[in-house]
Each structure stands twice: as C-alpha cells, then as structure tokens.
C-alpha cells in the first residue's frame, strides 16, 4: 500500500497546475525516480558520517554599496553513484519523513565552524544564515543543540542568523510563535523566508517574533511583466517598512532587479548578481 501511494504521489506531482492536465501516469521514468528517492532516504546516515554532504555559501549585499553584510548557508550532496544532488532533490524527501533535523544539525555545525575559520583569520565578522525546517521546530533540544554550537566554537548568537519559510508559520502557529520567541530571546536573529507564497495573514506577520522578510524571487521575476506583482513587491517593502523589519530579496540576477529594488526602498539583496553559491572554503577566501 506504502507504495502503491508513493507512486500515486510521483504521478501527481507531475500535475502542476499551470495546464488543463488533470490525469497523470506512472511510467518507467516515474518508477526510476521512485528508486532513487528511496535509495537517497535510505542513504542519508551514512552520507553524513562519510560526510558526503558539503557547505555552500551565498553572499548577501547592501545594493547601495556593493558590500557583503552577510550570507546563506546551502547544502549540497555528492552522492558516490549519483554525483551531484542540488538541495531541491533531496531535502523535500527528508523533511517528508520528518528526517530532516540530523541534516540541518550537521549544516548548523559546518556554519559554525566556518564562522570560527573567520574569526580566526581575522575577517570581518558577518552574520550567515541557516535553514531551520518546521520539523526541526518540534525538537525539545533545539534551543540547546544551537547554544551548544556557539559554546563549541566560540561564536555569539548574533552570528547564527535563523531563516525559517512563511509555510512553516501556518500551522500551529501557536507553538512556533513560542519557540520563536525563546530563541530571539536568547539572541538569534530571525529570518522569514520566501515571504509571499505562504498563507500567513497581516496579523501574523506584525505578530511573530521576526526580524527580517526575505522576498520570495517569484515576485521579482514576475515583476517584470506583471503590474500587479510590481504592487505586491512595493507592498511588501512598505509592511516591513511600517513593522520596522529588515526586508532583503532573493535571486537580484539583473542590474534593472536591482535598480528597481533600490527605487522601492529594498536595499539588501542576494543573487547571482552579486555571486553564487560556493564552496565554503572559496567563500572563507573570497571575503
């Protein structure tokens, strides 16, 4: 039955809503896909005791001055049969089967000790972000795994930055509201990721204990022909604004992006206008 419903779902998945299909097959390929998922499920501990998963890092800037005030943390894995597996393949999977926290515990430990590497070496000291995944939010040791991490390499919260997607704020937003609010509390800085595709109301937004918006890309390719995006991503900078939030926007590709942002009062971005994803030990030189 357990797979009788995974093939179910491949097929579904393959319906994206953006034509008039409504039925979908499972076929060779889908089957294919299904081996792999499971085999890359079923590979996850030891990939990270062999330590196949490794760092990336993505600037992020002030567009006024071109300067770096920070970063984003990825993961990528180099699978010995499969070779390289964006993030977008494999994390879907973990956090479906609520296997996801010893991943993000390990890209955590990875930030923090490339964090120290700069203190070390005596370059300017940023904060970089990590992902914290809605299951993660349910771990009673969470608080205390990240604590634990600072003590470990000798960093303060500040320079731990916590992103956290809208989606993960709807449901039971009773119980991430207080573990939100434990861990600004206890100095971290939190982030709300791909701000404008969840379902988060107004209300929730002025509430939460958050402390900056990270504007989802799909506005700002959108923009470009489409008024009514254009007045969202306006609407948006005005809400961060009024609430006294930080506001950066994701995947800046073009000088216009990033002229109009500029014009819109957004003034910190990340994209590959201002660098892609590298390795972290590229990142540790390269700034």
């Known amino acids: 039955m357990e797979l009788l419903c995974d093939r179910a779902r491949l097929a579904a998945d393959t319906i994206d809503g953006k034509t008039k299909?409504?039925?979908?097959?499972?076929?060779?390929?889908?089957?294919?896909?299904?081996?792999?998922?499971?085999?890359?499920?079923?590979?996850?501990?030891?990939?990270?005791e062999d330590r196949q998963f490794h760092l990336y890092v993505q600037p992020k800037v002030d567009m006024r001055t071109g300067e770096v005030i920070g970063a984003e943390s990825l993961i990528s894995w180099i699978h010995p049969e499969f070779g390289f597996i964006p993030p977008d393949q494999f994390i879907p999977l973990l956090e479906e089967a609520g296997?996801?926290?010893?991943?993000?515990?390990?890209?955590?430990?990875?930030?923090?000790?490339?964090?120290?590497?700069?203190?070390?070496?005596?370059?300017?000291?940023?904060?970089?972000?990590?992902?914290?995944?809605?299951?993660d939010l349910y771990q009673k040791d969470l608080q205390q795994t990240l604590q634990s991490l600072l003590k470990k390499y000798e960093?303060?919260?500040?320079?731990?930055?916590?992103?956290?997607?809208?989606?993960?704020?709807?449901?039971?937003?009773?119980?991430?509201?207080?573990?939100?609010?434990?861990?600004?509390?206890?100095?971290?800085?939190?982030?709300?990721?791909?701000?404008?595709?969840?379902?988060?109301?107004?209300?929730?937004?002025?509430?939460m204990p958050i402390d900056l918006l990270k504007l989802d890309r799909y506005f700002l390719v959108s923009a470009a022909h489409s008024k009514r995006h254009a007045e969202i991503i306006q609407f948006i900078i005005q809400l961060a604004q009024s609430l006294d939030l930080h506001i950066l926007a994701e995947g800046v590709e073009t000088k216009e992006q990033a002229d109009y942002l500029l014009s819109s009062g957004c003034t910190f971005a990340q994209g590959y206008l201002y660098g892609k994803p590298m390795p972290a030990e590229e990142f540790l030189q390269k700034y």
């Open 21 to 48: 299909q409504r039925i979908a097959f499972y076929d060779q390929t889908l089957q294919e896909r299904l081996i792999r998922e499971t085999q890359m499920r079923n590979q996850v501990q030891q990939a990270l």
């Open 155 to 207: 960093l303060n919260a500040a320079a731990l930055h916590l992103e956290v997607t809208e989606r993960a704020y709807v449901h039971d937003s009773q119980h991430i509201f207080h573990v939100l609010s434990e861990l600004r509390e206890a100095g971290f800085f939190i982030e709300m990721d791909d701000f404008g595709t969840g379902e988060s109301s107004l209300a929730m937004v002025a509430e």
């Open 99 to 135: 296997e996801i926290y010893p991943l993000d515990k390990y890209v955590w430990e990875d930030t923090c000790r490339l964090l120290q590497q700069r203190q070390k070496a005596g370059k300017k000291v940023f904060p970089i972000s990590v992902n914290v995944a809605r299951g």
